[in-house]
């Protein structure tokens, strides 16, 4: 792949809430204190990077404010400069680097298509939800974006090694597109239909305890998203997206038509409306 083909991506990371600053003084996986000589985590991992040929690929994610499109932050550089700082070396180079080594087959496969997504065994799903969820934390943590992912959430990763923390839905969807990398923080919930039960006060709610990030890789696509109320479930986009987890349990499904359009940002907007929120007891 010529890198030049990948020109000028804009990451648009849509938000309503001001940038939040967050001391990093500890570790936010395994919360120990951070020592002189902390790791700097690539928040896609170098592998990837070569893998895909985008290491030195400039970007400028851009933090977009959704009220009124107005820039609040913006950064410029290559994808390789793109680490999280504040990751004790513990972590980094021990459980995190286990995940990527387990998942590098796998994703590799599925990155280039060789691999479809229904021939993943249960374990294969699990650990590629694991290293989606682990990969939008990290990603979220170093990013010019507002911190809304709960340091609880980076604690469960660090102390269960088999659940991610409730109501968390990681999906996959696999589609060739121009590109080859994509992100968006952010990404909308749509609570139409629902109106009654999602009042002004719920969905302000949602927006600010809930979260949902999209990544492409090659032609795999993630949505990883946590739903921050009990009384809901997730509805998910049915016969497109692919639950990774939880792998059982109640969802509810919608039928939508695909309509994906070339730009890779769009495709992974149309995902992220594909995973949206259903009050229980109600459909
Ligand atoms: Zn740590």
């Known amino acids: 792949m010529d890198s030049h083909e ?17 001391k990093k003084k500890r570790c936010p996986f395994c919360t120990k204190p951070l020592i002189k000589k902390n790791s700097r985590e690539h928040i896609i991992p170098k592998w990837i990077l ?13 933090h977009t404010s959704s009220k009124d499109n107005s820039i609040v932050s913006k950064r410029e550089h290559v994808l390789t400069n793109l680490v999280s700082g504040g990751i004790c070396v513990d972590c980094n180079n021990g459980w995190m680097s286990s995940l990527e080594t387990e998942n590098m087959g796998t994703l590799k496969g599925l990155m280039s298509g060789s691999l479809c997504l229904a021939d993943l065994n249960l374990n294969q799903k699990y650990i590629l939800a694991r ?30 090694q088999d659940s991610l923390p409730a109501r ?7 589609h060739q597109s121009k590109g080859s990398f994509d992100w968006i923080q ?9 109106k009654r039960q999602f009042n002004k006060e719920k969905t302000s709610q949602l927006l600010a305890k809930g979260w949902k990030i999209g990544f492409q890789f090659g032609e795999l696509f993630l949505i990883t998203a946590y739903n921050p109320f009990p009384d809901c479930l997730f509805l998910l986009w049915r016969s497109v997206l692919m639950p990774l987890y939880p792998s059982s349990g109640t969802v509810g499904w919608f039928e939508k038509e695909q309509s994906f359009q070339e730009e ?7 995902l992220g409306m594909g995973v949206q929120l259903l009050h229980k007891g109600e459909n």
């Open 186 to 194: 952010g990404l909308p919930w749509v609570c139409e239909g629902n």
């Open 6 to 22: 990948w020109r000028s991506p804009v990451f648009h990371q849509y938000s309503n809430l001001a940038l939040n600053g967050m």
């Open 50 to 62: 070569e893998y895909l040929q985008i290491a030195d690929v400039k970007i400028s994610p851009t």
């Open 131 to 160: 290293w989606a969820f682990k990969t939008a934390l990290v990603l979220n943590y170093g990013s010019n974006f507002h911190k809304n992912i709960p340091l609880e959430h980076f604690q469960h990763l660090f102390e269960h």
């Open 168 to 174: 968390v839905c990681v999906t996959a969807y696999q």
């Open 264 to 270: 890779n940002w769009k495709i992974l907007t149309e």
